[in-house]
């Protein structure tokens, strides 16, 4: 359907699970930068650790769609019932809420830096009702000041997320001008 010009090609750029990326640097999580220093696949490892897949049945999708679920989904500050709903939208019955609240803690004690540089943004949220991303741009979270529980905890998650997102958009850009040039 596309025909390069001629002295033209087109160039296919896949910047792999770049806000587990972003999350590692952020963080320092030692596990997560390991993998991703070393080559490794942060979704096969949490198949095999948290999920508890085989390692010759980890690559299947059968665990690897599962994994990056509960992967993307912690970058993000899921809980255990918004996991539940993810997994049931990929194989209806496959997953308990309570196992889904059992991944989540056994993700996090495999990656504590993780989890703890959460908390910390989760707190600033809380202190100054904003939040800012490696590029300096920041997202206001009044509702992490709220006393309504559901509108706080709403507004950390976003708090949460913003520097994760917000960070690997940037670093896309850039990438996207070092292709062009």
């Known amino acids: 359907a596309f025909v390069a ?12 699970q770049i806000e587990m990326r972003e999350l590692a640097d952020l963080s320092q999580d030692g596990p997560l930068l390991e993998t991703y220093r070393t080559g490794g ?6 198949a095999i650790n948290v999920l508890g897949a ?7 999708d059968w665990y690897r769609l599962p994994s ?26 496959r997953y308990t809420q309570k196992q889904c609240e059992q991944y989540i803690l056994d993700w996090y004690r495999k990656h ?13 949220c809380r202190r100054i009702g904003e939040v800012r991303d490696r590029w300096g741009y920041r997202r206001l979270v009044y509702g992490a000041m709220s006393p309504d529980e559901q509108t706080r905890a709403a507004a950390e998650r976003e708090g949460v997320n913003f520097p994760v997102s917000s960070g690997a958009v940037g670093l896309i850009k850039v990438w996207m001008g070092q292709t062009w040039e």
Do not use: C, M, W
């Open 68 to 93: 990056k679920r509960v992967n993307f989904g912690i970058a993000y500050l899921i809980g255990g019932h918004g996991l539940h709903v993810q997994l049931e939208q990929e194989v209806p019955g």
């Open 112 to 124: 504590p830096e993780a989890r703890l540089g959460q908390l910390h943004t989760a707190a600033e």
């Open 5 to 16: 010009s001629p002295g033209k090609v087109f160039v296919a750029v896949d910047a792999g």
């Open 54 to 60: 085989p390692p010759e049945k980890a690559k299947d």
């Open 41 to 46: 696949d942060v979704h096969l490892e949490t």
